[in-house]
Every structure is written in structure tokens, then in C-alpha cells.
């Protein structure tokens, strides 16, 4: 049997798994996600060449051993794991072998993502206790960004915050833009290094890139994942001065303020509906003005977005969508595209229904390209840790 590689993203109470054999990492043997751990109603899914689900009780370690118990067939021969970490701070410009070394340089960079980074690492941790021996790879949503010139990373704050405590702009689905970007330009038959581009990954996080000659030169998230685009809970970019106002003016604590900006904002606080986009779409076309609201703020912010990173470019060969939304949501990108008025798109809208041309292409011919190309972060992981382990 061939050898295989695991990629884990371990966040706060889920756990996603993607299986592959090292011959093939274009599509996954088996993948599960985890779900609710540590809470009521936890459950894990396995679906592929083995299929099962558990519902029961289950912290993240348990659901891990759980994992490797019942596919012990396929994990005979792995031959290495590769970790999701959100945040590599400055120390970690590529994906990197873990070793006690790099695993105490980590610790220090959780600071920087202190609601993301500690779950990665007990990720880590777990496979290096289930699954001794084997090299663990770490493969950073922040290390694509680490080309951003000074100019777009610095904040406008006293510089001795950059160099004391790292405060700056880091920029995150790095993973999803280096696959976006590459794939673009394996569809569009160029090389990466020549394209201009600019990428909206709109999920359930949301951020949006500028690419010049295959380098990330500008992004929209910033110190944290909570800066730039509106996002499903995440309220994107908002003046500091908002934080103070509603300390006196509600009598809120900072956390709570935080807890709010993080998970009680976006989409779902703007709506007061829902964080989902389908949800809110099917709410809209119900008639619902609060659905409209959030969607009508969303797609203007996102293209206030783009038209600024576009300034980073002479020429921009193609803008990407991409993401759950920028895939799947034709009625989404063309209400993003209207809103970006100095630029004449115009969509293809038979393509746009179906998600692009074998290109991904939902423009028409001959005016701005606009592309839709799914990302797969997994993917990139799986080859970054074929490539460091030297499988
Ligand atoms: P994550 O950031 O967690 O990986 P995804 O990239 O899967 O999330 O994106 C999830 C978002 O994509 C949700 O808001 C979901 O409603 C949206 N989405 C998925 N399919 C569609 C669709 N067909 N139309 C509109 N939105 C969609």
C-alpha cells in the first residue's frame, strides 16, 4: 500500500482530517470532521474509503484516538502530518518541520492569535502523542503574506509597538491564496510569477489579497483575523474609537466587547439572522429587510476592498473569487462587481450560474477577467509536508 500523509486543522471545539496517499494529493482518501468537542451534541463524521459516525461525548483527544482506532487499515503506513496553524508571526516566512525547537518558537507566537494558535498546537501535541515517530509539519496562514512591503504592514501607531510587541499586519489565508493563485495560473496556462491578481476568499472568515508578479503585496486582515471585510460573525473593519464609546456608553468590558466584535458581529449581528450566506439569501428573497441589510453592507465593504488593493497594481489580469461564498454565491459576486463602479465588469451570467468556465471564467470575453476558482487549503498542506519531510 502507498504511504500516506494527515492533515489536521484543529481548532476551538472542531477537528478537521484529510487523508491522502502521498502519490495523489489531489483529492483526499478519507476526511472527517469532528464537531461540538468538549460540548453537548458532539459528533464525528468520517466519510471516503471508510465511512463512519460517532456521536457521543468527546473531547478533541478522544475524537482524535477515535479517528486513528477505526482507520488503523489506511494509517499503517503514514508517513507524516500536516498541521493548519494560523499564525506564524514573523519568525515563519514557509511551513516548517516541528521540532522541539520551532515548538517552543511557536508557544511565543500564540500571543499574536490567542483564540486560534493554542488550539493548532494542542493539535500538535495530540499526534505527537497518538502518533509518535512520525514528523509533524506546521504550514502557517500568515507565512504567503510575509512579502508585504513595510508600507502595507505597519500600522499607524508609535513604531517601538512593531518592535516591542510585534504589532503589525500579518495577513491570513495565505494557504488558500498560494493554491488560488497557483491554480489560476495553471488554468490560464501562465506562469505564476507573471500574474497580477486580486483574490476575494470569502467564507465563513473573509479576506481579500493583492498579488503582484505571484507575491502577496497586500491583504485585507490584519494584527488578528478580525480586521478588514465583514465576515460571518466577525465585524471587519471598525474605528478603535467604537471600543471606548461603547465601554462608557453600555458599560461593557473590553472581553465582552471582543467577544462581540469576534462572534456577535458580521453578518449574523448586522442581521441579527443568521451568519450563514444561504440562510441570509433565502431571508432576502423571503423579503426580509434585515437580511438585505447585512448583505447590501457586505457586498459594498468587499468591494470598497478590492478597488483598494487594486491600487497596488499597474495591470490586474483577473480578479478570483473564492471560498464558500465567492464559489457558490453567483448573485453575491455579481452584487460585488456592481458595487466596484470605476471598473466595467460584466458578467457572463450563464456562467456565473454555473460557477464559471472550465477556466473558472464568468466574465464576458473581452472585458476585466473575473474567475471563480475553488481553493483547497488541505491540498496545499498535503504537498508543503510531501515536500518538507522529503516523502
Ligand atoms: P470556512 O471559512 O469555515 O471554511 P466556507 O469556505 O465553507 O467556510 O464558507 C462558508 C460560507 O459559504 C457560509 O456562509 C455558506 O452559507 C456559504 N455558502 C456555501 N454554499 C453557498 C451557496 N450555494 N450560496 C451561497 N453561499 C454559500
Redesign the pocket.
Known sequence: MDQSILVVNCGSSSVKLALYRTTDTAAPIITALAERLGGEGARLRVEGEKSFSCEEAMDHSQALATFIEECQDYLQDLAAIGHRLVHGGEAFHESTLITDDSLAELEKVSVLAPLHNPMNLMGIRLCRELLPDLPNVAVFDTSFHQTMPAQAYLYGVPYDWYETHQVRRYGFHGTSYRYVSAETARRLNRPADDLNLIIA??????SACAIRQGQSVDSSMGLTPLEGLIM?TRSGDIDPGLLEHMMRESGSSMAELMTALNRNSG?LGLSGIS???????QHEAAGEPAAKRALDTFCFRVARQLAALSSNLSSTDAVVFT???????A??RRRILANWRNIQFRLNTALNQANGDESGRISETGTPLVLVIP?DEEQMIAQDTLKITGL
Open positions: 476568499h470569502l467564507g465563513n472568515g473573509c460571518g453578518l451568519n450563514d450566506m444561504r440562510t441570509l439569501l471560498g464558500g461564498i465567492g464559489e457558490n454565491s448573485d453575491i481553493t
